[in-house]
């Protein structure tokens, strides 16, 4: 729809306080336009006096995300804390704890702790697990590769084995026949290839592989054997590349190779994701 109707429609769900609606809807990019900005939705979402002290602070949180996103205005940390403070306001169990997630993630400066940041994001994760919150303990782990990856950094070992083992937890105790596991295997793909040692990513994916092997979502086996393929190729073992791509996802689909699978059933956006999160691994030395 054009973005006028889609402004017309946010106005028209505010006039009858459907408030939920009028959020979802605000929540929406248009890419109907040059760019997908929907602060003006947002905003006229914002002035609504209202509002509940939860809804506002899920408004102004986006907000702040928005303008983050499109580099349009530098009060987007301003914006994250004061959201943080209305979850706070409200008694909202976690909301507080997600936005501080965002504000370290990606409001950090060089004047900040790589360690004390981690070592707070680790403490987030374990408070978001015990409410059983497992989409912000995998933000968690997105925050913390993205931390120690920041400026081509290479963590240590250790931290490497850490994070990866965490991953393989987390998704097992999430479940793996949900599509939204995509995301949080393309950023552990990424995090594999800022490492640049492919051979060692082998370990992880093949683990990763017999956990998910016998799931039905199918999406996330193809991803994990396009991964090891490429890993595979970039030690020069092309037989293993060969079996894995060709038999083992036979084995799932019952006909399709594992590029051919993702041509199927992966988007495009998703598509372009995954071949930027392994491009280095195929040419990293």
């Known amino acids: 729809m054009s973005a006028e109707l889609h402004y017309s429609l946010v106005r028209h769900l505010l006039s009858e306080k459907r408030y939920g609606d009028a959020i979802k809807l605000a929540k929406l990019p248009n890419y109907s336009g040059e760019s997908a900005d929907n602060a003006p939705m947002l905003l006229a979402v914002l002035a609504e006096e209202s509002l509940s002290e939860l809804q506002r602070a899920e408004v102004t949180w986006e907000y702040g995300d928005v303008l983050r996103l499109t580099g349009s205005d530098v009060r ?38 790589v360690a004390e940041d981690t070592a707070e994001l680790w403490h987030i994760m374990e408070t978001m697990e015990s409410v059983g919150n497992w989409a912000s303990v995998s933000r968690c782990l997105e925050a913390i590769i993205d931390v120690n990856s920041a400026e081509f950094n290479v963590p240590p070992e250790s931290l490497q084995v850490k994070i990866e083992e965490e991953w393989l937890r987390v998704e097992e105790l999430r479940g793996t026949k949900v599509a939204s596991v995509f995301e949080s295997i393309s950023a552990v793909l990424e995090w594999q290839s800022r490492k640049a040692h492919p051979a060692k990513s082998l370990g992880f994916l093949e683990r990763f592989y017999e956990k998910v092997k016998d799931s039905d979502a199918l999406t996330v086996i193809g991803i994990v054997i396009s991964a090891l393929h490429i890993a595979y190729q970039s030690i020069g073992d092309n037989d293993k590349a060969n079996e894995v791509s060709n ?16 041509e199927t059933v992966l988007p495009n956006t998703q598509r372009r994701q995954l071949t930027q999160s392994v491009a280095v691994l195929k040419t990293a030395p």
């Open 76 to 113: 987007w940390r301003e914006l994250l804390e004061t959201a943080a403070r209305l979850y706070s306001k409200a008694g909202h169990a976690t909301g507080a704890l997600d936005t501080r997630i965002d504000l370290i993630r990606h409001g950090r400066d060089g004047n900040d702790s």
């Open 247 to 262: 038999k083992s996802y036979w084995d799932v689909s019952g006909s399709q190779t594992a590029p051919e699978a993702l």
